[in-house]
């Protein structure tokens, strides 16, 4: 299933590291709104689901590589692991 990152923005189908926050606690991201929206090859399901995802700021969904870019520690050690 296509999802966004939240880092990067990039709409693809792979693996996510997913933090958890408050409800409220995130503002939604209007670039990642627009990321959604510019996004050629989606179908309108896809799109809604994305958007969708987008609008639930109670998660973070991230590529592991990009926490890891982050500074993310779980991401780190998953990239590490995943590497060697």
Do not use: W
């Amino acid at each position: 299933m296509n999802r966004i990152c939240d880092i990067c923005r990039a709409i693809d189908d792979q693996p996510r590291h997913i933090t958890y926050h408050p409800a409220g606690a995130i503002p939604v991201d209007q670039e990642a709104v627009k990321a959604v929206l510019a996004a050629q090859g989606l179908s309108d399901d896809e799109r809604a689901t994305i958007l969708t995802d987008v609008f639930d700021t109670a998660d973070e969904r991230h590529h592991f590589q990009c926490g890891a870019s982050k500074g993310c520690a779980d991401c780190v050690a998953s990239t590490t692991t995943q590497e060697g």
